[in-house]
């Protein structure tokens, strides 16, 4: 067995350890390919965050089926959430299926690679010590290092499955994530972005985030820094006055809201109240007068009123939001919120998310028209999907369309915001255009 295909389900994190997997399969003498077909082995990279996403991967597990006839040698493996979350259920596929692994278990993939070629095998222990800060990954292309710092959570938010299917909170050594960072520099990344689930807990000794940005802030050629998901309460003034004086730190935060009726929030045991939260934003608005503020937000969780929905729909605008991200409320089997009774009909919570991203989308709208007109530094990411156009992003995460050579890829450019659709902007360039560094 010699070439393997990693196809990638869900969030940033499962992108970081899809690359993860990369690195330990290349070191390993195994060649990664990019369609199935041509591998001896293809394993996905799976999310369980909500039941739709599972749903999706069942079905690719049909593809493979097929394939499988053809190529009965063909090794199928499962990797990720979805992979701990249905261990039991998935093994049951075991006609298709050779190999569940979940996120602890990436280390030993080789080793169960060669195992599952003679007999079904599953690694699905979670291992509180293990952090993968000795593995280098194998980054993909593109301007941006994604950069696990912190794996697992201790949250325990009652509609999420992530702190069981990912273990405990632990964070990776600042020694290893600084080495990883200073080598992703050296291979022409110029953006960096930090993960985890609750990222800004990040702890090691005495050490918080705080002095993992300004460590961070330090890395020759790291021109920009972000970070995802923060969690609300853990935006310590120590962090936030952290943010504001390392350079490379980006005006740009994506702060998880979930709720704005205090007694949802409790149901879904956010550890705050929509005051709390009001505060840590007027707090980061303080010390970064620019920043912009994307947020996640779900709708019909069991109990919701159509009052706690009015006041999440008021959160909308007192928080300011330049960018939401919506979604019906997923029951997940083995969470807490699996027992709350008093579901919210389908047709009500559907029609709840869309009054919310109406609402949503048109405060973006108004606050990007406000912003034509202005001057920023963009980053060229890649060429935009259609036309010959390019696409670069600003400091506060606005996406530009820029006519540029596609050669400028990495390359930063100051433009002049020339209009919107109302969620990107096209760009043009102004003099001196080329930023220096
Ligand atoms: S903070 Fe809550 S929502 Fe986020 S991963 Fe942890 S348990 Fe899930």
């Not at 705080?210 to 998901?229: E, M, N, P, Q």
Request: charged residues 25%; contains cysteine.
């Amino acid at each position: 067995m010699k070439r393997v295909f990693l196809e990638t389900y869900g969030c940033q994190m499962n992108v970081a350890d899809s690359e993860l997997m990369a690195g330990v399969l290349q070191r390993a003498g195994l060649e990664l390919v990019d369609r199935a077909e041509d591998a001896d082995a293809v394993i996905l990279n799976t999310c369980a965050i909500r039941e739709n996403a599972e749903q999706r991967v069942l079905g690719r597990l049909g593809d493979y089926a097929h394939l499988k006839l053809a190529n009965p040698a063909l090794i199928v493996g499962v990797a990720g959430c979805m992979a701990q979350h249905l261990r039991a259920k998935l093994l049951d596929r075991k006609r298709v299926l050779d190999l569940v692994v979940g996120p602890d278990g990436y280390r030993f993939l080789p080793e169960l690679l060669r195992r599952a070629a003679g007999e079904p095998v599953a690694e699905v222990r979670l291992d509180r010590d293990e952090t993968y800060g000795d593995l280098e990954p194998k980054r993909g292309p593109g301007v941006r290092a994604w950069v696990t710092v912190q794996r697992g959570c201790d949250k325990f938010c009652t509609y999420c499955v992530v702190p069981f299917t990912r273990g405990r909170e632990r964070s990776l050594p600042l020694a290893d994530l600084v080495r990883q960072i200073e080598h992703a520099a050296a291979e022409g990344f110029r953006e960096v972005v930090l993960l985890g689930q609750t990222v800004n807990s990040w702890r090691e000794g005495t050490d918080d985030f705080a002095d993992l940005l300004r460590a961070v802030g330090t890395v020759d050629g790291v021109r920009r820094i972000r970070f995802t998901s923060p969690y609300p309460t853990d935006f310590t003034p120590r962090v936030i006055e952290a943010m504001a004086t390392t350079a490379a730190v980006c005006e740009h935060v994506h702060l998880p809201l979930q709720s704005g009726s205090n007694a949802v929030l409790k149901r879904m045991r956010r550890r705050y109240t929509r005051e709390r939260y009001l505060e840590v934003v007027g707090e980061l608005r303080q010390a970064i007068p620019d920043i912009t503020l994307s947020t996640d937000i779900i709708v019909g969780l069991p109990g919701e009123t159509e009052q706690q929905f009015q006041e999440t729909l008021g959160m909308v605008t007192e928080a300011g939001f330049d960018d939401a991200y919506t979604f019906k409320y997923s029951v997940r089997e083995g969470t807490p919120a699996e027992r709350i009774v008093d579901h919210v009909p389908e047709e009500v919570a559907s029609e709840r998310l869309q009054r919310l991203i109406e609402m949503a989308r048109l405060q973006t709208r108004q606050r990007n028209a406000s912003r034509v007109g202005q001057v920023h530094e963009v980053l060229v990411e890649r060429p935009a999907k259609r036309g010959h156009l390019m696409l670069a992003r600003t400091r506060q995460n606005f996406l530009v369309l820029v006519d540029v050579p596609r050669d400028c890829v990495g390359e930063y450019r100051r433009v002049r915001l020339t209009g919107t659709t109302g969620s990107t902007f096209t760009g043009a360039l102004e003099h001196p255009a080329l930023v220096v560094i």
